[in-house]
């Protein structure tokens, strides 16, 4: 198996491990110091930062799941990416990472995410997620697009 077919499988191992929220594999997969940029604009550093983040995320949204397969899965040298599908339900309070309260809508959400990562010694080093959170604040009623405008919902 080459390098590049081994970091493509860390980062299957992650997602897999997200879907059944097993975070011992989940963090021995992400470096201690990772550094991760997405929803918070100043990204999050460190292994332990990340997982209380994604635990965060799934204590509003607790049926959350990555799609398989990935719509594209592709990599070169140390540097993975990974585009798929993914969704759930906003089932409690979601806070986000400037402090912000999103009280619960109950509304279901699917969305494509972006991930792009570099994979040193079998460990995610750097990752940025990206996903519309246009589309995922519609989705959830938060906000409504009419006519060309966005209004707060």
């Known amino acids: 198996m080459s390098s590049v077919d081994q970091n493509l499988e860390v980062i299957r191992r992650i997602d897999r491990a997200w879907n059944a929220r097993d975070w011992t594999t989940f963090e021995r997969l992400h470096a201690k110091d990772v550094f991760v940029r997405f929803s918070s604009p100043k990204g999050i ?6 997982v ?4 965060s995320f799934l ?4 049926n959350h799941q990555i799609e398989f397969p990935y719509l594209y899965l592709f990599g070169e040298g140390d540097l993975v990416c990974a585009v798929h599908r993914s ?3 906003h089932s409690g309070p979601w ?3 400037d402090g912000r309260l999103i009280p619960t809508t109950g509304k279901r959400f699917e969305i494509e995410m972006t991930t ?7 460990e995610v080093a750097e ?3 990206t996903y519309d959170m246009l589309a995922l604040f519609t989705q959830l009623g938060v906000i409504k ?9």
Do not use: D, H, M, Y
């Not at 209380?52 to 635990?55: G, K």
């Not at 697009?145 to 919902?153: D, P, R």
């Open 45 to 50: 550093t460190g292994r332990v930062a990340l």
């Open 95 to 97: 806070k986000l990472p």
């Open 116 to 122: 792009i990562a570099r994979v040193l010694n079998g």
């Open 59 to 62: 204590s509003a949204f607790p």
């Open 127 to 129: 990752k940025s997620v």
């Open 145 to 153: 697009l009419t006519a060309g405008t966005v209004k707060a919902a």
């Open 87 to 89: 969704g759930g339900t």
């Open 52 to 55: 209380a983040e994604a635990q």
